[in-house]
C-alpha cells in the first residue's frame, strides 16, 4: 500500500522567511496530492492540492510542487508570518483513501 | 452551513466501556471516514464507507467497529474501551474528487 514520508517532523523559521516542508510518497498510482494546516486543537483544513497532470501551483504565499517521477511534492511558504504557526499534513491518493504523512510542526518566530 | 459534525467533543470513560462516537454531515458527500490523531503519528484511517451499504476496514480497525446509519451518518464504536485507544478522533467526508473535509474531533480519553 501507500507510504508517506514528510520531512522535516519540526521546522522553525523568522518571520519573513521562507518555509518548506517536503513529502515523498511510494505508489506511483497516487494522483492527487493534498495538504492540510492543522492549528492547536483544531481540524485539519485544506490548505492547497495538486493533481498529478500539473507539476507546480501556486495560491498568494503558499505554493506546491509535484515531481512524479521521483515520487515527490513540496509545500512551499513564503513571507511567514505568526498565524502560519500550525502543524501540516501532506497526503496522497489514488481515488480510494488518502494517507497521511506524520506531520510537520511550523514555528514561525516574530 | 454546511458541515461535519462530531458528538461528544469531549469523552472520558472507564477500561472495557463501549463508547459510541458520532458523525453527521450536511456535505452530501457519499464518503465518510473515521481518522485517529496520536501525536507525531499524523492521521491513521480507521474505517471508511463509499456508501451506505459499504464498509471497509482501514490501517487500524482491530478493536473498533462502525455502522452507516444513512448516507448522512456514520458512527465509530469501541466495543470494549482500552486506555491505548486514548486520542482524537476524526471523522471527515468526501465526494471522491477533492480533499476531504473533517469534523471538529472527538478527544476521547479511558482510563
Known amino acids: 500500500g501507500e507510504n508517506v514520508e514528510q520531512h522535516p517532523s519540526t521546522l522553525s523559521v523568522q518571520e519573513g522567511d521562507s518555509a518548506v516542508i517536503k513529502c515523498t510518497y511510494s505508489?506511483?498510482?497516487?494522483?492527487?496530492f493534498p495538504w492540510y494546516k492543522q492549528e492547536l486543537g483544531k481540524r485539519p483544513q485544506l490548505i492547497i492540492d495538486?493533481?498529478?497532470?500539473?507539476g507546480e501551483k501556486k495560491d498568494q504565499r503558499i505554493a506546491v510542487t509535484l515531481n512524479k517521477t521521483a515520487k515527490h511534492f513540496s509545500l512551499h511558504i513564503t513571507e511567514t508570518q505568526p498565524e502560519d504557526s500550525a502543524v501540516y499534513f501532506c497526503?496522497?491518493?489514488?481515488?480510494?483513501?488518502?494517507?497521511f504523512g506524520p506531520g510537520t510542526r511550523l514555528s514561525v518566530l516574530p | 452551513d454546511a458541515d461535519v459534525t462530531q458528538t461528544p467533543r469531549n469523552r472520558i470513560t472507564k477500561t472495557g466501556k463501549r463508547i459510541m462516537l458520532e458523525c453527521s454531515q450536511t456535505?452530501?458527500?457519499?464518503?465518510m471516514y473515521w481518522y485517529r490523531q496520536d501525536p507525531g503519528l499524523g492521521l491513521r484511517l480507521i474505517y471508511y464507507?463509499?456508501?451506505?451499504?459499504?464498509?471497509n476496514k482501514g490501517e487500524i480497525s482491530d478493536g473498533y467497529s462502525v455502522s452507516r446509519q444513512a448516507q448522512a451518518k456514520f458512527s465509530l464504536s469501541l466495543e470494549s474501551a482500552i486506555p491505548n485507544q486514548t486520542a482524537l478522533y476524526f471523522c471527515?467526508?468526501?465526494?471522491?474528487?477533492?480533499?476531504?473535509?473533517f469534523g471538529d474531533g472527538t478527544r476521547l480519553s479511558i482510563l
Open positions: 464507507s463509499f456508501d451506505v451499504k459499504d464498509i
Open positions: 456535505k452530501g458527500h457519499d464518503r
Open positions: 505508489d506511483s498510482a497516487s494522483n492527487y
Open positions: 495538486i493533481r498529478s497532470n500539473v
Open positions: 497526503a496522497a491518493s489514488h481515488g480510494q483513501n488518502f494517507v
Open positions: 471527515a467526508t468526501s465526494d471522491g474528487k477533492v480533499a476531504q473535509h
